[in-house]
């Protein structure tokens, strides 16, 4: 596999979980939490979520890669 298509590869997937990151946080806000739609806290609140979310992909994958 050449280096362009490796990377192509490597930027789809990468864009796909963080679309999927953002979608599932929010619908989780709305299932879970008191809000009935987007306001700036709600985003501010998401945001933190997305974070989150990121760091304990993190964590698990470098646990995985040391075990």
Known sequence: MNKEIKNK???ET???I???IY???QEYMYE???ESESS???IK???MLEREVIKELYK???YESNV
């Open 45 to 47: 609140q998401q945001e």
């Open 40 to 42: 700036d806290e709600f």
């Open 32 to 34: 879970f939490g008191n």
């Open 18 to 20: 963080i679309d999927s």
């Open 23 to 25: 979608e599932v946080t």
């Open 14 to 16: 990468v864009d796909t």
């Open 60 to 62: 698990r994958i470098n």
């Open 9 to 11: 590869i490597i930027n």
